[in-house]
């Protein structure tokens, strides 16, 4: 997608500080934390929202809680705990349509988040 953000990203037509990069995903800081840590973890394969998931793309989500949780271990945010989170259309919050995953962590999370 020739406007999406993200895929500008993938493609390294846009800067970010990224932390990992198999494959599959591509991980990078957010621009605008809201924790100490604060990284999207981004499928290379545009899928805008997770209704797009299905049989040929679903193991791209198991494959970034994988890499989330690798992430918050070098983070050293795995033992005292994180939060990982999609935002699926408008009336939740996905300002980008190109599914990904926050991994937040770093301070205490409180409840509801929203």
Not at 23 to 38: C, E, G, K, S
Request: aromatic share 8%; proline share 6%; hydrophobic share 40%.
């Amino acid at each position: 997608m020739s406007d999406c953000i993200f895929c500008k990203i993938i493609n390294k037509e846009v800067p970010s500080n990224i932390v990992y990069e198999d494959d599959l995903v591509v991980a990078f800081r957010d621009i605008n934390p809201q924790a100490p840590v604060h990284i999207l973890i981004v499928p290379k394969e545009h899928i805008p929202t997770l209704l797009d998931l299905n049989e040929d793309n679903k193991h791209i989500v198991s494959h970034a809680y994988m890499v989330a949780k690798e992430l918050a271990k070098k983070e050293g945010i795995d033992e005292k705990g994180y939060r990982i989170v999609s935002n699926c259309g408008n009336d939740g919050g996905q300002t980008v349509y190109h599914i990904h995953f926050h991994l937040l962590g770093g301070r205490f999370m409180t409840w509801p988040p929203g």
